[in-house]
């Protein structure tokens, strides 16, 4: 497993595809389960997590499955963490999540790279 990570619009899908030219990509704002434990690399993740959360699903033991199923998957996500904490429930709890669930993926994937204006640096 190999994360992406970074801020919004810094160039993580093209850095994402230039380590891992070979990928089959899929959108984590479009794709179901099935495709994301299938695909080779899912790109802006984040919104794979809050579209599973707008559904209700149970989504605090992805980590572990996701690595068990698709142990080879490429994921690109968004850090949301920074920045002022919103105001409204939803949206802090989105946020949360999203920070453990990343958390818990950068802990086992084997590669995590940041990636800021483009230039990409391996921190695991």
């Not at 068990?68 to 429930?89: F, K, L, M, S």
């Given at each position: 497993?190999?994360?992406?990570?970074?801020?919004?619009?810094?160039?993580?899908?093209s850095y994402a595809g230039?380590?891992?030219?070979?990928?089959?990509?899929?959108?984590?704002?479009?794709?179901?389960?099935?495709?994301?434990?299938?695909?080779?690399?899912?790109?802006?993740?984040?919104?794979?997590?809050?579209?599973?959360?707008?559904?209700?699903?149970?989504?605090?033991?992805?980590?572990?499955?996701?690595?068990?199923?698709?142990?080879?998957?490429?994921?690109?996500?968004?850090?949301?963490?920074?920045?002022?904490?919103?105001?409204?429930?939803?949206?802090?709890?989105?946020?949360?999540?999203?920070?453990?669930?990343?958390?818990?993926?950068?802990?086992?994937?084997?590669?995590?790279?940041?990636?800021?204006?483009?230039?990409?640096?391996?921190?695991?």
């Amino acid at each position: 497993m190999i994360m992406v990570i970074g801020g919004a619009h810094q160039g993580k899908c093209s850095y994402a595809g230039k380590i891992c030219p070979d990928v089959k990509w899929v959108d984590g704002k479009t794709c179901g389960e099935e495709e994301l434990f299938s695909s080779g690399g899912i790109y802006r993740f984040h919104e794979y997590i809050a579209g599973r959360m707008r559904e209700g699903a149970d989504i605090s033991g992805l980590p572990r499955k996701l690595h068990a199923q698709n142990p080879d998957i490429v994921i690109v996500t968004d850090e949301i963490g920074y920045g002022i904490v919103p105001a409204e429930r939803q949206l802090r709890d989105y946020r949360e999540m999203t920070g453990r669930i990343c958390t818990e993926l950068a802990g086992i994937s084997e590669e995590v790279h940041r990636v800021v204006c483009g230039i990409g640096t391996r921190i695991k």
